[in-house]
């Protein structure tokens, strides 16, 4: 069977700056990867350009069959992926109910409210609060709940856990084995490989915008040599 997601040789730039320099990458269905990489190697530029937020790009990427480089931006989602930034880009001002009656559905299904509460109670505790009122792990989870309303199929995430408490990357980290066993696919995008290898399948190793390595999960320890040569731990 083709993978869900097929990338070949990706390029993007963001106006001179040649960012992606030939990015291969395949997804099944129902499967967590997580790009692994030192900063400033290119893996939030590969889920951007992904998404076509990066217009300036060249290649293949395939989403279930159809290629997606000349899809516009604002149908992107339509075809079932969902993009979770670094940034979350909640509405500070509106409570976390209004943030999770706000998404549009742009394919089938989507998670009730009763559902996305039922998958963050710590949302449901605090359904009446504003953003501004949130923690930093709140926000993040809202952020993934708001795309789990909008029917998308295919997550990614860039750095869910970047600055959270442990016991909150714990919960980003059962939420995310849920899903899976849902059939979510998740792209990951993630420093803390020690987090990934709990929730991922396969890891890829990203270096000077390329992928330089891939491998599944339980062979981590006989990859440590190149993970650590890729991440300089």
């Known amino acids: 069977m083709s993978p869900l997601l097929q990338v070949r040789d990706l390029h993007s730039w963001y106006g001179e700056s040649h960012i992606l320099h030939g990015v291969d990458l395949d997804v099944s269905e129902g499967e967590t990867i997580t790009i692994l990489g030192r900063n400033g190697v290119g893996k939030t530029t590969t889920l951007r350009t992904i998404m076509g937020l990066v217009r300036q790009r060249k290649g293949e990427i395939r989403y279930n069959g159809e290629d997606l480089i000349k899809v516009p931006l604002h149908k992107t989602a339509h075809h079932g992926l969902g993009f979770v930034p670094e940034e979350r880009g909640i509405f500070a001002t509106l409570s976390v109910s209004e943030n999770l009656t706000l998404p549009p559905k742009v394919a089938e299904g989507g998670m009730s409210l009763d559902e996305i509460f039922e998958l963050f109670p710590n949302l449901h505790e605090r359904r009446n609060s504003r953003g501004t009122k949130l923690s930093g792990g709140e926000q993040q989870m809202l952020a993934m709940a708001r795309i789990l309303r909008t029917g998308a199929k295919t997550l990614l995430l860039d750095e869910p856990t ?10 980003i980290g059962d939420v995310l084995r849920t899903l899976k066993s849902r ?49 300089g731990v």
């Open 162 to 171: 970047e600055g959270l408490a442990p016991v909150i990357v714990q919960a």
């Open 183 to 231: 059939g979510m696919t998740v792209i990951l995008v993630e420093q803390n490989f020690r987090f990934a290898s709990r929730v991922a399948d396969r890891f890829y190793l990203m270096d000077h915008g390329r992928m330089v390595g891939t491998f599944p999960v339980k062979e981590l320890d006989a990859n440590m040599a190149m993970l650590n040569d890729v991440l």
